[in-house]
């Protein structure tokens, strides 16, 4: 019953999974990924999540590294081979990781064409960590530590080079056992977490930070397109701690949990109710479009009563 990992053009045993110390990825954190989650053991736009790490290879200049297609493939492969591990009412997790390959000793002093390093592996969905959350709300602390301009590096590259989110989750942690990091620009705006975009509602609109300094989340996208279907104005810009302070909602969006209200930012109550009123009515109509229960799931499939 172990998993299987896509490695190199094979599917391996997860303990057999081995990678050369001397990969770009792992010397230079030159590590470009995606994670995709099913519903009803069915990809969630799989398409959009390939799309933009193509996108992220070309902006790296890495335009031919892995074609979309092999990817799809591979996908879909990881999936067919450990769909079994999973009952028939849960789903699945499925993630890459894509180097440029092996570049020993010195993969900067010559540059050069190299074999990319292709790694694909499913996993449970981590219900465990967020499951509470959808009737108690998140926390949220805003760290010391800024998120990286987009005149530095442009934030729609995703990649695993992420020292800033995970520095960022430790000082949330130290202030707030339960929370997540919600970091701000350079200039004070609230941009995403260190997995998620964030969302707040004021006066029963919709608004989202600038996707000039974030990662243009497709869960993100999700919640605007669904907005639309309901009627309600989103708007797309600069959220400052005084508009989350102030909202009467607030909300995390990513792959996993896909909406995760939120309760509070840096000990300031958000809203009354949890989940909110518009928080609410976007979960259950991604629920209605996805014919699952996304909240019912997590409770059902979650190893913590």
């Known amino acids: 019953m172990e998993r299987l990992v896509y ?10 999974v081995k990678i050369s110390v001397f990969d770009v990825g792992f010397m230079y954190g030159a590590t470009f990924m995606e994670a995709v989650r099913t519903f009803n053991h069915k990809y969630f736009k799989l398409s959009k999540h390939l799309e933009r790490l193509d996108k992220t290879f070309r902006y790296a200049g ?16 990881v999936l067919e081979r450990n769909i079994h591990l999973t009952d028939k009412d849960d789903d699945r997790w499925v993630c ?6 092996i570049g020993f000793p010195q993969p900067l002093v ?20 967020y499951v509470k959350y959808y009737t108690e709300g998140k926390p949220a602390v ?10 530095c590096m442009d934030p729609r590259c995703k990649t695993r080079s992420r020292l800033h989110y995970f520095i960022a989750k430790r000082e949330a942690l130290k202030k707030d056992p339960e929370s997540f990091a919600v970091l701000l620009d350079i200039n004070g705006n609230l ?75 840096n000990d300031v109550s958000i809203g009354k109710n949890i989940p909110g009123d518009l928080t609410k009515k976007l979960l259950d109509l991604w629920s209605k479009k996805v014919e699952v229960d996304i909240v019912g799931q997590a409770q059902k499939f979650a190893k913590i009563k």
């Open 7 to 16: 490695l190199n053009g094979e599917m391996v045993p997860e303990k057999e």
């Open 62 to 77: 890495l335009s031919s590294l892995v074609e979309k297609e092999e990817m799809e493939s591979i996908f879909n492969m």
């Open 96 to 101: 890459a990781n894509v180097t440029p390959g």
């Open 142 to 151: 805003t760290p010391i530590i800024r998120n990286i301009p987009p005149q």
């Open 191 to 265: 941009t995403e977490s260190s997995g998620a975009n964030f969302f707040i509602v004021s006066n029963g609109a919709l608004y989202t930070s600038d996707p000039h300094n974030i990662l243009n989340g497709i869960s993100r996208q999700t919640v605007i397109e669904l907005a639309k279907e309901l009627n309600i104005k989103t708007y797309e810009r600069d959220i400052s701690l005084y508009d989350a302070y102030n909202a009467d909602e607030a909300f995390f969006t990513t792959t996993s949990y896909c909406i995760l209200p939120v309760s509070k930012i």
């Open 110 to 129: 010559k540059q050069k064409d190299l074999t990319p390093t292709i790694i694909v592996y499913s996993t449970e969905l981590p219900y465990d960590e």
